[in-house]
């Protein structure tokens, strides 16, 4: 088994959601790790951000690139969706 590392840090749940199915579709190994913690009441996702995504080294670029994705179009429909509300 390779070794997993941290790839990159997640905002949120919803942008750790998209990526693990995008990942997972592409068949690129990858683990998700949530700060969550319950004796802490999720205190620490509040500080550092949901979590991160752990894989081999091989694909570390390739998931930056795909988040970096995700991330350029979440920020899009918002400013969309801004547009609108103030029309």
């Keep these: ?3 997993y590392f941290r790839a990159a840090f997640l905002e949120n749940e919803i ?3 998209l990526l693990d199915s995008i ?3 592409r ?3 990858h683990l998700m790790t949530s700060y ?3 004796a802490y009441d999720g205190l620490f996702q ?3 951000g949901w979590g ?3 894989s081999p080294p091989a694909y570390q670029e390739e998931i930056k690139e795909i988040l970096s994705d995700l991330r350029k ?3 899009r429909v918002d400013a969309s969706s801004l547009q609108e509300d103030e029309q």
């Design 1 to 3: 088994m390779e070794d």
């Design 15 to 17: 942008e750790a959601q």
């Design 23 to 25: 990942l997972t579709q």
């Design 27 to 29: 068949d690129i190994p």
């Design 36 to 38: 969550h913690d319950t």
């Design 46 to 48: 509040t500080q550092l």
């Design 52 to 54: 991160y995504v752990s």
């Design 73 to 75: 179009e979440a920020s």
